[in-house]
């Protein structure tokens, strides 16, 4: 089970961290990743992280913006969002895949596991 938590309404510029709360299955076997979908709009990728190496990708729309982590005490996985536009406002997602993934990271496809989501809105 993954439940988000942390989205909420913030000007543009401003910081969110988005968390994801993972039960019943450790991080080290899966890729975790974070999708958004906006109204209309197909849902994308933002970030993922794979367990077993701690090795992190980002989107072009993420990249030097967010930052994505996880906490095997917690079993949480973070992103850390920073200068948020208008355009990131959507529906954010965790989501996780085991085994873990080496490629094609943002096929929303391949994931098993998916939280509800929490809302990010970001005004001008």
């Known amino acids: 089970q993954l439940v988000e938590s942390g989205g909420g309404l913030v000007q543009a510029g401003g910081s969110l961290r988005l968390s994801c709360a993972a039960s019943?299955?450790?991080?080290?076997?899966?890729?975790i990743a974070w999708f958004r979908q906006a109204p209309g709009k197909e849902r994308e990728g933002v970030s993922c992280?794979?367990?077993?190496?701690?090795?992190?990708d980002y989107a072009d729309s993420a990249k030097g913006r967010f930052a994505i982590s996880y906490d095997n005490a917690k079993n949480t996985v973070y992103l850390q969002m920073n200068s948020l536009k208008p355009e990131d406002t959507a529906v954010y997602y965790c989501?996780?895949?085991?085994?873990?993934?080496?490629?094609?990271?943002?096929?929303?496809?391949?994931?098993?596991?998916w939280g509800q989501g929490t809302q990010v809105t970001v005004s001008s």
């Open positions: 989501a996780a895949v085991s085994p873990a993934l080496f490629r094609s990271y943002y096929d929303h496809r391949l994931y098993d596991y």
């Open positions: 019943g299955f450790t991080f080290e076997y899966y890729t």
């Open positions: 992280v794979r367990g077993s190496d701690n090795s992190a």
